[in-house]
Protein backbone atom coordinates (compact mmCIF):
# COMPACT_ATOMS: atom_id res chain seq x y z
CA UNK A 1 0.00 0.00 0.00
CA UNK A 2 2.66 2.35 0.79
CA UNK A 3 3.95 1.85 -2.49
CA UNK A 4 1.66 2.57 -4.29
CA UNK A 5 1.34 6.14 -2.65
CA UNK A 6 4.73 6.73 -3.59
CA UNK A 7 4.23 5.95 -7.06
CA UNK A 8 1.05 8.26 -7.41
CA UNK A 9 3.32 11.18 -5.49
CA UNK A 10 5.94 10.30 -7.78
CA UNK A 11 3.87 10.40 -10.97
CA UNK A 12 1.46 14.03 -9.97
CA UNK A 13 5.17 15.45 -8.99
CA UNK A 14 6.80 14.07 -12.42
CA UNK A 15 3.82 15.51 -14.19
CA UNK A 16 3.72 18.83 -12.56
CA UNK A 17 7.22 19.50 -13.32
CA UNK A 18 7.07 18.15 -17.13
CA UNK A 19 3.79 20.82 -17.58
CA UNK A 20 6.79 23.52 -17.23
CA UNK A 21 8.46 22.13 -19.96
CA UNK A 22 5.26 22.11 -22.31
CA UNK A 23 4.31 25.78 -21.14
CA UNK A 24 7.40 27.06 -22.79
CA UNK A 25 5.87 29.17 -26.21
CA UNK A 26 8.73 28.15 -28.74
CA UNK A 27 7.40 30.96 -30.44
CA UNK A 28 8.90 34.07 -28.73
CA UNK A 29 12.11 35.49 -27.62
CA UNK A 30 13.85 38.46 -26.11
CA UNK A 31 16.16 40.42 -27.27
CA UNK A 32 17.79 43.96 -26.81
CA UNK A 33 17.95 46.92 -28.92
CA UNK A 34 21.36 49.06 -28.38
CA UNK A 35 20.40 51.42 -30.95
CA UNK A 36 16.74 53.64 -32.20
CA UNK A 37 15.58 51.15 -35.30
CA UNK A 38 12.30 51.57 -36.90
CA UNK A 39 9.42 48.97 -37.54
CA UNK A 40 7.28 49.84 -40.44
CA UNK A 41 6.11 53.40 -38.80
CA UNK A 42 7.33 52.71 -35.69
CA UNK A 43 10.10 53.66 -34.11
CA UNK A 44 11.82 51.58 -31.32
CA UNK A 45 13.66 53.04 -28.40
CA UNK A 46 16.76 51.30 -27.05
CA UNK A 47 15.88 48.83 -24.68
CA UNK A 48 14.43 44.92 -23.60
CA UNK A 49 12.01 43.95 -25.66
CA UNK A 50 9.87 40.71 -26.39
CA UNK A 51 8.60 39.02 -29.77
CA UNK A 52 6.04 36.33 -30.09
CA UNK A 53 5.08 35.44 -33.98
CA UNK A 54 2.45 33.10 -35.30
CA UNK A 55 1.55 31.40 -38.81
CA UNK A 56 3.18 29.23 -41.04
CA UNK A 57 7.22 29.77 -41.79
CA UNK A 58 7.07 31.59 -44.97
CA UNK A 59 4.42 34.13 -43.55
CA UNK A 60 4.69 34.93 -39.84
CA UNK A 61 2.94 37.51 -38.13
CA UNK A 62 4.82 39.24 -35.60
CA UNK A 63 4.77 41.36 -32.89
CA UNK A 64 6.99 43.09 -30.60
CA UNK A 65 6.12 43.66 -27.12
CA UNK A 66 7.83 45.96 -24.06
CA UNK A 67 6.77 45.81 -20.98
CA UNK A 68 4.03 43.29 -21.96
CA UNK A 69 2.13 45.92 -24.56
CA UNK A 70 2.80 45.23 -28.20
CA UNK A 71 4.31 47.81 -29.50
CA UNK A 72 4.79 47.54 -33.25
CA UNK A 73 3.24 44.26 -35.61
CA UNK A 74 4.66 43.39 -38.65
CA UNK A 75 5.20 40.50 -40.99
CA UNK A 76 7.87 37.89 -42.07
CA UNK A 77 9.31 34.30 -42.09
CA UNK A 78 11.59 31.85 -40.24
CA UNK A 79 14.75 31.34 -41.49
CA UNK A 80 16.13 27.98 -39.98
CA UNK A 81 20.04 28.38 -39.10
CA UNK A 82 22.55 25.33 -40.36
CA UNK A 83 23.65 25.73 -36.13
CA UNK A 84 22.04 27.20 -33.50
CA UNK A 85 23.47 30.84 -32.85
CA UNK A 86 25.53 31.54 -29.86
CA UNK A 87 23.98 33.96 -29.06
CA UNK A 88 20.98 36.79 -29.97
CA UNK A 89 21.62 39.14 -32.46
CA UNK A 90 19.96 41.64 -33.91
CA UNK A 91 20.24 42.61 -37.66
CA UNK A 92 19.47 45.85 -38.96
CA UNK A 93 19.98 47.88 -42.44
CA UNK A 94 20.10 51.20 -42.86
CA UNK A 95 16.63 53.29 -43.74
CA UNK A 96 15.49 56.77 -43.91
CA UNK A 97 16.56 60.17 -42.48
CA UNK A 98 19.75 58.20 -40.83
CA UNK A 99 17.80 55.37 -39.26
CA UNK A 100 18.34 52.31 -39.12
CA UNK A 101 15.31 49.54 -39.52
CA UNK A 102 15.07 46.53 -38.15
CA UNK A 103 15.64 43.58 -40.30
CA UNK A 104 16.30 39.94 -38.46
CA UNK A 105 16.57 38.68 -35.10
CA UNK A 106 19.06 35.47 -34.39
CA UNK A 107 17.96 33.88 -30.70
CA UNK A 108 20.54 32.52 -28.65
CA UNK A 109 21.06 28.54 -29.07
CA UNK A 110 18.17 28.02 -31.36
CA UNK A 111 18.01 27.20 -34.80
CA UNK A 112 15.34 29.37 -36.07
CA UNK A 113 15.97 33.27 -36.93
CA UNK A 114 13.12 35.69 -37.53
CA UNK A 115 13.44 37.75 -40.95
CA UNK A 116 11.46 41.03 -40.78
CA UNK A 117 9.20 42.04 -44.08
CA UNK A 118 11.28 44.95 -45.75
CA UNK A 119 9.29 48.48 -45.90
Known amino acids: MKFMQYLASFAIMALVLS ?16 DTVRVGSTQ ?3 GNYKVE ?4 PNDVKIDIMKNGKIVATTQG ?6 KPS ?3 AVMTKPAENNMKR ?9 TEALVLEGE
Open 77 to 82: KIQDLQ
Open 86 to 88: PYT
Open 102 to 110: LDGIEFGNR
Open 19 to 34: VGVFAKDSHSGSFVLS
Open 53 to 56: WNGP
Open 44 to 46: LAP
